[in-house]
């Protein structure tokens, strides 16, 4: 029992070391709140380097808005080509990858390989954006939680 109290005390002490270090002249973080910046649109806190960094805004009730609900598509898939499919009539480009367009080399096997990914699967789309030509954004997950725009990229048939 002695040998425990001994080592608590230890521990103890050099847990305040450690402490008293981290905070550089010894003083308790509460001393420290001079590093803080309050402006009224922009927290910037000085790090232990001496540079500022951005802190995020405090909630303002009154300019806050709510996220747009996430649109979700889900069926079968219809294959375009390497980076493009249409579930239930919505034509949908995969998020974050670029395919060979059919015409180009690799761009018939990089859309036979989606084929086989989507084939008997019904897809998950998060739609999260529209591009230029109409065509939906998402991220498409198979029912396993696979996202196809990384299986194309491991596949070596769309680039990140």
């Known amino acids: ?16 070391i450690i402490g008293l270090a981290r905070s550089g002249d010894g003083k308790s973080s509460s001393n420290r709140s001079s590093n803080v910046s309050n402006a009224p649109n922009k927290r910037t806190r000085i790090s232990s380097a001496g540079t500022p960094k951005d802190q995020p805004k405090p909630f303002d009730a009154q300019s806050a808005q709510h996220l747009p609900a996430q649109r979700i598509v889900q069926g079968a898939a219809y294959v375009t080509d390497g980076d493009t499919i249409v579930i239930n009539k919505t034509q949908i480009r995969l998020f974050g990858v670029d395919a060979p367009e059919l015409d180009h080399p690799y761009g018939k096997k990089a859309k036979w390989a989606m084929v086989k990914l989507c084939k008997g699967h019904k897809i998950r789309a998060e739609v999260f954006d529209q591009d230029k030509y109409g065509r939906v954004i998402a991220r498409c997950f198979l029912p396993d939680g696979q996202d196809l725009s990384a299986e194309m990229v491991k596949q070596g048939l769309a680039i990140d």
């Open 1 to 16: 029992m002695e040998i425990f109290l001994v080592l608590c005390a230890l521990v103890g002490g050099v847990a305040l």
